[in-house]
C-alpha cells in the first residue's frame, strides 16, 4: 500500500518543524550542554530543538493516516509584514527604544491578519502590552535594551 498524504497542511506543517528544530540542533551542536542542575547555554536549545523535530515528527505521521483540509496559496503580502516588522523592530530598538519599536512591531504584524482591525481598543492593548512586557523584561529581569531611545543616531 503506498503512503498518501491524507493531511496536507500537517504534513508541511510537521516538514518545517522538524527543519526548523534540526537547524537549530545544529547551530547549537557548539554551545556546552551542561547538566539539569547546571545547565550550559546549550541544554535550552538543544531541549526546544529536540521537541521541534518530535512534534514535527509527530506532525507528518499524523499527516499520512488523517483525512485534511488542502493547501491554501501563500499569501505573500502578510509574510512581507511579518518580515517586515521583525525588521523595523531591529532597526529602530537601539535608536527609538523597545517602547516605540515594539508598537511599531505589533501594528505592521497585526496589519498582517485578515482578522485584525485598528481602532482606539487595539491601540491600548498594543500600548499596554508593551508597557508590561518593558517592565518584566528589561525593569525586572535586566535585558540590555533601552527603553526610551536616544534618536541620536536614527535621521
Known amino acids: 500500500m503506498p503512503l498518501s498524504i491524507g493531511s496536507p497542511k500537517d504534513f ?3 516538514v518545517f518543524y522538524a527543519v526548523i528544530g534540526a537547524a537549530a540542533l545544529l547551530i547549537s551542536q557548539d554551545y556546552a550542554f551542561g547538566t539539569t542542575a547546571r ?3 546549550g541544554f535550552f536549545p538543544v531541549i526546544v530543538a529536540v521537541l521541534l523535530v518530535a512534534v514535527g ?3 507528518i ?3 499520512l493516516r ?3 483540509e488542502p493547501l491554501e496559496p501563500l499569501k505573500l503580502l502578510p509574510v512581507l509584514l511579518v518580515f517586515g516588522a521583525i525588521l523595523a523592530f531591529g532597526l529602530l530598538v537601539e535608536t527609538a527604544g523597545y517602547l516605540v519599536a515594539g508598537i511599531v512591531l505589533l501594528l505592521l504584524s ?3 491578519s485578515q482578522y485584525a482591525r485598528l481602532n ?3 491601540l491600548l492593548g498594543a500600548v499596554a502590552f508593551i508597557v508590561i ?3 518584566v523584561f528589561i525593569k525586572g529581569l535586566g535585558v540590555a535594551m533601552p527603553m526610551i531611545g536616544t534618536w541620536q543616531n536614527f535621521f
Open 57 to 59: 515528527a509527530i506532525s
Open 120 to 122: 482606539a481598543r487595539t
Open 61 to 63: 505521521l499524523r499527516s
Open 66 to 68: 488523517s483525512k485534511g
Open 110 to 112: 497585526g496589519a498582517a
Open 39 to 41: 545547565m550550559g547555554p
Open 12 to 14: 508541511w506543517m510537521g
Open 133 to 135: 512586557t518593558a517592565l
